[in-house]
Nanobody, 114 residues
């Protein structure tokens, strides 16, 4: 059974940092592109960051320069280092894996207080 399990969310003050992790299991993910999305209350899910199977990364403008996506050496984990957090970063953060099939995690809550 394929699973994506996020961890590392929590409550942090504005200006603080969090590191999210996503552990993928149930198959080999080395050929999968991985990404993070987020959904704030009352808003649609939006793209945050992407890292391709070859290592190329891209970011949403709202997080560029503050967030860094990386991948574990085994390619089945992906991390999101979030620095200089702002209240508008408050959302549920979801891990995504995509190749021919797409998978989603259950999400982890990030709350940034002002």
């Amino acid at each position: 059974q394929v699973q994506l399990v996020e961890s590392g969310g929590g409550l942090v003050q504005a200006g603080g940092s969090l590191r999210l992790s996503c552990a993928a299991s149930g198959r080999t993910f080395s050929s999968y592109d991985m990404a993070w999305y987020r959904q704030a209350p009352g808003k649609e899910r939006e793209f945050v960051a992407f890292i391709g199977w070859a290592g190329i990364s891209t970011y949403a403008d709202a997080v560029k320069g503050r967030f860094t996506i990386s991948r574990g050496s085994a390619k089945n984990t992906v991390h999101l280092q979030m620095n200089s957090l702002k209240p508008e970063d408050t959302a549920i953060y979801y891990c995504n894996a995509k190749a021919r099939t797409e998978y989603w995690g259950q999400g982890t809550q990030v709350t940034v207080s002002s």
